[in-house]
Structure formats: C-alpha cells, structure tokens
C-alpha cells in the first residue's frame, strides 16, 4: 500500500490540474479552457459570463479572418510599428526593449500587431461597408433626440503652433515672437475646438488671446501655442452638424459589429463542455 500512495497521489494531482486547465468550450473546433477564462477574468475584471462570451467572440472573430483570407503587406506592418513608435515618442529600439522587460519578444509583438491589422482591414471591409450614410432627417432626429450630448457646440480657433527642440528655445521664441529662432518652427492653424484633447482646450481656454500657452513637452520636440482667437460659439444642428455625424456613425457602426458577431454565434458550432 505504501508503494501505491505515491502513485495514487501523482494520479490526483495530474487529474487535477487537467481539471484546472480543461476544454471548457468547443467553438468551431477551437478550445477555450478554464484557465483561459479565469485569465479574462482576473485581467479585464469582468464576470465570468462576459469573459466566456469575449473568448468565443475572439474565437469567431479569429475564424472569420481565415476564412477572408486578408493579406497584409510587410510595409503596411512596418508603417504601423513606425506610427505607434512616434506616437509614444520612442523609437522602435526602445520599444523592442521595453517589450522585453515586459516578457513580450519582438516576433510575438508583430504576430499581435499583423492580426490587429487584419481586424482592422475586416472591420471597414466586412462591417463599416455594410452602414449606410444616414439622411438630413436621420441626423437631425437624432439630434432632436440627444441635444445633451452637443450642448458644447465647436468653436473654430485661431492659433500659432511653435515647436522647438527644446524648452530654453521655446522660451526664446515667445520672449521675442517677431524675431525668427533657429531651430524654432511656427505655424498658423485653424483648430475645432472638439478635435481637440480636453487638456489641451483647456489649456487654451485658460489662455488670454493674444498670449502664448505655457509649453508642452512632447515626442517631437517642445510645443506653445500662440491664441489668436478662440472663435465663437454657435448653437443648433448645423453648428454641429459634423459631431452629430461622426457620433451617429460611430453608433451604427457599434451596431453593425455586435449584429455580425450575433449572426456568427447563431450559426457557429459551439459545444459548452464545462464551465
């Protein structure tokens, strides 16, 4: 007996953990297990209902790129890295050793990247296509219905953007504003102030007109913003027309997605094994 107890407890312990880490669902021959699910959960802080129902969406969605067979070109990956690269700031170096820190290798990071692009290319392909541009009557329904979410109406501002290479140049260029700067670039702009970050229009809200802001270090160099004029408010649907549009659009869209995921899911083989 004493021979068979270690044999016996090695036994329950690999039961056990096939267990923790069994098929908990089947969909389309592509297995979610339970640690799968406990994952989801923990990291998205969700329930286990709405982890197991993002898992089979990303099973179906996965399906779905196969079966389109979208192909994405090497320069289109790179332009991306490059794109997100100088939106942090950093190069791609950099980025390639903080992925390593972080336990991410490069080839994983691309593999990641390549399938957030095909998602990308399927979503305007497969689901924005199928939204139709809504009407003058259409907009302005939903307007009359959600006039709280456009109470801010967008005012056209007046500006000159100064980017300099560092803070003691910028401070230069708004000490003597007429006078050129090397290495200081300005430029007039036109800016709506809903294209904008809220902490940058409120930094140019709190600016007086005809006053520089106060500079703003970014990953291209250092930024000030000289405010010509801060524009005029408008009220009613056409003052913005524009954000009524994108909004409306950007609900159907929603929309489209969730009513071509349920039309996946009712016609999908998906076999609940455990849960």
Same mark, same amino acid.
């Given at each position: 007996? @004493?021979? !068979? !107890?270690?044999?016996? %407890?090695?036994s329950l312990i690999s039961l056990q953990a096939q267990v923790i880490d069994a098929v908990a669902i089947d969909v389309e021959g592509e297995a979610i297990? *339970? %640690?799968?699910?406990?994952?989801?959960?923990q990291k998205m802080n969700m329930s286990k209902q709405a982890a197991v129902e993002a898992l089979i969406r990303d099973r179906l969605e996965k399906s779905a790129l196969k079966k389109a067979n979208i192909q994405i070109s090497?320069? #289109? /990956?790179?332009?991306?890295?490059?794109? /997100?690269?100088?939106? $942090?700031?950093?190069?791609?170096?950099?980025?390639r050793d903080i992925l390593a820190?972080? =336990? %991410? *290798?490069?080839?994983?990071?691309?593999?990641?990247? *390549?399938?957030? /692009?095909? $998602?990308e290319h399927f979503f305007r392909e497969y689901i924005v296509a199928s939204v139709t541009p809504p009407t003058?009557?259409?907009? @302005?329904?939903?307007?009359?219905?959600?006039? #709280?979410?456009?109470?801010?109406a967008p005012r056209q501002m007046s500006l000159v953007v100064y980017l300099a290479p560092t803070v003691e140049k910028i401070k230069e260029a708004i000490a003597n504003p007429m006078r050129p700067i090397q290495g200081v670039k300005k430029k007039n702009i036109l800016a709506s102030s809903n294209e904008m970050t809220p902490q940058l229009l409120e930094l140019i809200n709190k600016t007086?007109?005809?006053s520089f802001t106060s500079p703003i270090q970014t990953g291209k160099g250092?930024?000030?913003?000289?405010? $010509?004029?801060? =524009?005029?408010?408008?009220? =009613?649907f056409e003052a913005v027309r524009n954000s009524v549009t994108n909004r409306w659009m950007q609900e159907q869209r929603i929309q489209a997605g969730q009513d071509f995921f349920n039309k996946l899911k009712s016609n999908a083989n998906i076999r609940v094994i455990r849960l």
């Open positions: 007996m @004493k021979k !068979l !107890l270690p044999f016996l %407890l090695f297990t *339970t %640690l799968e699910i406990q994952a989801v959960q090497h320069e #289109e /990956i790179q332009a991306k890295v490059q794109q /997100i690269a100088s939106l $942090k700031g950093m190069s791609q170096a950099q980025m820190k972080k =336990g %991410l *290798t490069w080839e994983n990071y691309i593999r990641q990247l *390549t399938t957030e /692009i095909e $998602k003058d009557s259409e907009l @302005k329904s939903y307007y009359n219905t959600h006039q #709280e979410l456009f109470s801010s007086p007109t005809n250092v930024i000030a913003y000289f405010v $010509k004029s801060k =524009g005029q408010q408008q009220s =009613g």
